[in-house]
Structures are given as structure tokens and as C-alpha cells.
């Protein structure tokens, strides 16, 4: 069994919210950070990266002045890096949770390198990966320590119990 558990869908599909229902419920200490969408009067407005250990920083906003784009969200590479990347390193026997691994974070060399130790660890990490992608993602994507499930609406209820159920089994591994 991969050690290495990911999800992917289409967006706003539930990704984030069955990772925050893993937190919940882990059997063991972790560290990392997962991604929310910040919205104002019902539009959203940007991305809030907020680790496991309470930090917040934008990944992307409206409002950002950046060389890096996505639509019309600024990327911050520095929040990216500050934030991001010193959440996801390996740690002793924690899960890394890493929400996510898509085309924003993907700017940062120094996030692609954490994420790959990240995977490359004795750690369990849970994630999320964009539906497509090129490059990094599909490099990601493809390695044989990774499995992949995709949320639905149909299944997206029950994920966060079979993910707990996967960990347990990992740990007596």
C-alpha cells in the first residue's frame, strides 16, 4: 500500500474539507497546512494557507502585486515559502498533510523540492493534487508510493474514515 495518500477532483468538490475532517481525527501528531478559499460577499477573493500550527498567509489574492498568476489572483511566493514550505517538513513520526499540490504552489522551486523530501520521508503524507497538470503534478502524480482518489459527491461523505482506516493500517505496517 502507498504511504503517500492523495485526493484530487474537480474544484470545490470537497477536497479541502474532507483533509480538515482527517485533521480531526488523526491518531497521531502532524504538521503541514491545507488551503481555503476567501470569499467577500459571496465572490471569492483569494486563497488563505493556514498550517497546522495556526499560521495564516495568503497563497494567492486579488489584491496581490506578483510576477506570478493564476486568473486574477497574485501568487505570493514569499508566503509560499514562509509558510508553506517549513509546514511540510518531516518531523519524527507525524503526518504531513499537504493541501496542495497544484499550479500556484508549483511557481516555487523551494516548494517542489520540500514536497518532494515530503514524499520521499518515512512520513505518511495526506494531500491534495490539482485534477490535471503537467510537469511537477504529473511527475507527482506517477510515482508508485502514490495513491490517488478522487472526491466526489457521492463519496466525498465517507473519504475522510477509509483515509483514517489507510493510516492505521500504514502505522501497524
Given at each position: 500500500?502507498?504511504?503517500?495518500?492523495?485526493?484530487?477532483?474537480?474544484?470545490?468538490?470537497?477536497?479541502?474539507?474532507?483533509?480538515?475532517?482527517?485533521?480531526?481525527?488523526?491518531?497521531?501528531?502532524?504538521?503541514?497546512?491545507?488551503?481555503?478559499?476567501?470569499?467577500?460577499?459571496?465572490?471569492?477573493?483569494?486563497?488563505?494557507?493556514?498550517?497546522?500550527?495556526?499560521?495564516?498567509?495568503?497563497?494567492?489574492?486579488?489584491?496581490i502585486k506578483s510576477d506570478?498568476?493564476?486568473?486574477?489572483?497574485?501568487?505570493?511566493?514569499?508566503?509560499?515559502?514562509?509558510?508553506?514550505?517549513?509546514?511540510?517538513?518531516?518531523?519524527?513520526?507525524?503526518?504531513?498533510?499537504?493541501?496542495?499540490?497544484?499550479?500556484?504552489?508549483?511557481?516555487?522551486?523551494?516548494?517542489?523540492?520540500?514536497?518532494?523530501?515530503?514524499?520521499?520521508?518515512?512520513?505518511?503524507?495526506?494531500?491534495?493534487?490539482?485534477?490535471?497538470?503537467?510537469?511537477?503534478?504529473?511527475?507527482?502524480?506517477?510515482?508508485?508510493?502514490?495513491?490517488?482518489i478522487e472526491v466526489t459527491?457521492?463519496?466525498?461523505?465517507?473519504?475522510?474514515?477509509?483515509?483514517?482506516?489507510?493510516?492505521?493500517?500504514?502505522?501497524?505496517?
Amino acid at each position: 500500500m502507498q504511504r503517500n495518500l492523495f485526493l484530487t477532483g474537480a474544484p470545490s468538490s470537497g477536497k479541502t474539507t474532507v483533509i480538515k475532517k482527517i485533521i480531526k481525527k488523526l491518531p497521531q501528531p502532524a504538521n503541514g497546512f491545507y488551503t481555503e478559499e476567501e470569499k467577500e460577499a459571496g465572490k471569492r477573493i483569494g486563497f488563505l494557507m493556514t498550517t497546522l500550527k495556526g499560521e495564516k498567509a495568503y497563497l494567492a489574492h486579488q489584491s496581490i502585486k506578483s510576477d506570478f498568476h493564476i486568473r486574477r489572483y497574485g501568487v505570493s511566493i514569499e508566503n509560499i515559502e514562509g509558510i508553506a514550505v517549513s509546514s511540510i517538513k518531516p518531523t519524527g513520526n507525524s503526518i504531513i498533510i499537504l493541501d496542495e499540490i497544484g499550479k500556484m504552489e508549483c511557481f516555487s522551486e523551494k516548494f517542489k523540492k520540500a514536497a518532494t523530501l515530503a514524499l520521499d520521508s518515512e512520513n505518511i503524507v495526506v494531500g491534495t493534487i490539482t485534477f490535471g497538470g503537467t510537469g511537477f503534478i504529473l511527475g507527482v502524480k506517477q510515482r508508485p508510493d502514490i495513491e490517488i482518489i478522487e472526491v466526489t459527491e457521492q463519496n466525498r461523505d465517507t473519504l475522510p474514515d477509509l483515509i483514517l482506516e489507510k493510516i492505521i493500517y500504514l502505522n501497524k505496517g
